[in-house]
Nanobody
Framework: VQLQASGGGLVQPGGSLRLSCAVS????????IGWFRQAPGKEREGISC????????YYADSMKGRFTISREYAQNTVFLQIHNLEPEDTAVYYC???????????WGQGTQVTVSS
């Protein structure tokens, strides 16, 4: 199983980004893919995850509104759209094979998001 996170970069406050998590060896109709982030000096926090088959989505309470998770079966990819970025969103964003980071067996390498003017 391999996860490849991409799409991060430097963006101005108020901007948007779409992060991608390309998954191989782990069908999207099995299990779940979650997005997490870790800012410098802070603990990792969960953002959102999307569940197998039914496509149910979950968002951390603090992440509702500006984050949208979706999946594309043909590309075996999960996306995280982030709107109205704030400097506090600066972090390394990771995808993993579970909604709960304590149970995620496989992780992507992370993609850096920096929000700054």
């Amino acid at each position: 199983v391999q996860l490849q996170a991409s799409g991060g970069g430097l963006v101005q406050p108020g901007g948007s980004l779409r992060l991608s998590c390309a998954v191989s060896g782990f069908p999207l109709n099995y299990g779940a893919i979650g997005w997490f982030r870790q800012a410098p000096g802070k603990e990792r926090e969960g953002i959102s995850c999307i569940n197998r088959g039914d496509g149910d989505t979950y968002y951390a309470d603090s992440m509702k509104g500006r984050f949208t998770i979706s999946r594309e079966y043909a590309q075996n990819t999960v996306f995280l759209q982030i709107h109205n970025l704030e400097p506090e969103d600066t972090a390394v964003y990771y995808c993993a094979t579970h909604c709960d980071s304590d149970y995620a067996e496989y992780w992507g390498q992370g993609t850096q998001v920096t929000v700054s003017s």
